[in-house]
């Protein structure tokens, strides 16, 4: 796969491929304005880390994360999107055109540019945990909490998000352990209370996780903690160990030109439109989990990206494509 390569003035560039972006690249393309797809660090985005995806519209059993993003990866391109790998060095919004730097020397110009870069999730950075990613690993109780029913998990974390993951998945699990390395928490009063009330709930304090258990057997089949106080260290049984410690939006390279939350996630306007100072920014919209804190689902990052998509169309007949 090519680099981005200095040529003449764009219709319309997309930044990612995951879900939303490579949506946005099925619009435009059908549009003919024949979209340069940017692929990063991260091709297909939270797709292609997951497994089973059995609430997508249109496949009733289910479909496998990295067959459908790369699905829709091949109904982009049948409609002419071009793809090309790259790693956005710098950028230019107030530009006209718009300025994209991918460094040496690889400079693309657009007069529309849809931001759809994704958000990373947050990982403790175990071997064993990277190991069993989709295999009992998951930073997304949503998706993936219906396949731990009637299983004991953990949910690690200590803010609003580890809070609602351990109540969410309290449909599924039998018993959940909230796990956090610290004695206090960053969870709002409401959402701590909540979750320290409910039965199948326990919390583990001061407890770091020090291994994953079940490299070998590819499946997780247990903790190994240790007490940051005592010292002591345990194991746990249990089948599902998940994330909830957040995720870091791909938008840092906005910084000081778009608006961005305490998080690094883009403040849309009416979802896809981006802003500067409060006023929309000409040209540019956003798509996707880098500016979605809320839902993160494959289904409303596709229909941002279409979204996007149909508002970049409207732009460039407006100002005379």
Known sequence: MS????????????????CSGLTAAIYTARANLKPLVIEGHEPGGQ?????????FPGWPDGVQGPELVENIRKQAEKFGAEIEMGHLVAADLSASPIKLDFGNGKTVHTRTLIVA???????????????????GVSSC??????????????????????????????????????????????????????????????????????EVLGVEEKEVRGIRIRNTVSGEVSELALSGFFLGIGHIPNAKFFEGQMDLDADGYIK???????THNGKVIPGVFCAGDVQDRRYRQAITAAGTGCMAALEAEKYLEEHGR
């Not at 200095?6 to 990612?16: A, E, F, M, N, P």
């Not at 998706?143 to 731990?148: A, I, K, S």
């Not at 018993?175 to 979750?195: C, N, P, Q, T």
């Open 47 to 55: 797709l292609s880390i997951t497994t089973l995806v059995e609430n």
């Open 3 to 18: 680099t981005p390569s200095t040529s003449t003035t764009r219709d319309t560039v997309i930044l990612g491929t995951g």
């Open 117 to 135: 870069s994704g958000a990373s999730a947050r990982w403790l950075g175990l071997p064993s945990e990277q190991a069993l990613i989709g295999h």
């Open 268 to 274: 849309s306007h009416d979802n896809v439109f981006t």
């Open 141 to 210: 109780a949503t998706c993936d909490g219906f396949f731990f029913s009637g299983k004991v998990i953990c949910v690690i974390g200590g803010g609003d998000s580890a809070m609602e993951e351990a109540i969410f998945l309290t449909r599924f699990a039998t018993k959940v352990y909230l796990i956090h390395r610290s004695g206090s928490f960053r969870a709002s009063k409401i959402m701590l209370e909540r979750a320290m009330a409910h039965p199948q709930i326990e919390f583990l304090t001061n407890t770091i996780i020090e």
